[in-house]
């Protein structure tokens, strides 16, 4: 099994910030790409965000604005950095690599957990 492994999470109120890491093999971490992706109970997993090889990052429309994601690539680690946090964003959150045609490359791991609530 190729998995990262995903820590950070916990229990934060509306409008805190936490910030999630993610150690990934070095065989998905430095091909093309490193996604933040979240499942929240009964929906499907959302796409988060997105940082390249080069440094380029994406975010989805609900977190643009409030996530910051980052790379070290002498640790093999990805960021996110989430601010302004909302009950919405409580979700079980995931990080995986990706080539430039867009396939996964790993696993799914166990994911870091991030609830907000007051």
């Known amino acids: 099994q190729v998995q990262p492994v995903e820590s950070g999470g916990g229990l934060v109120q509306p409008g805190g910030s936490l910030k999630l890491s993610c150690v990934a093999p070095g065989r998905i971490f430095s091909i093309y790409a490193m996604d933040w992706y979240r499942q929240a109970p009964g929906k499907q997993r959302e796409w988060v965000a997105r940082i390249t090889n080069s440094g380029t990052t994406n975010y989805g429309d609900s977190v643009k604005g409030r996530f910051t994601m980052s790379r070290d690539n002498t640790k093999n680690t990805v960021y996110l950095q989430m601010n302004n946090l909302k009950p919405e964003d409580t979700a079980v959150y995931y990080c995986?690599?990706?080539?430039?045609?867009?396939?996964?490359?790993?696993?799914w791991g166990q994911g870091t957990q991030v609830t907000v609530s007051s």
């Open positions: 995986n690599g990706l080539n430039n045609l867009g396939r996964l490359l790993g696993d």
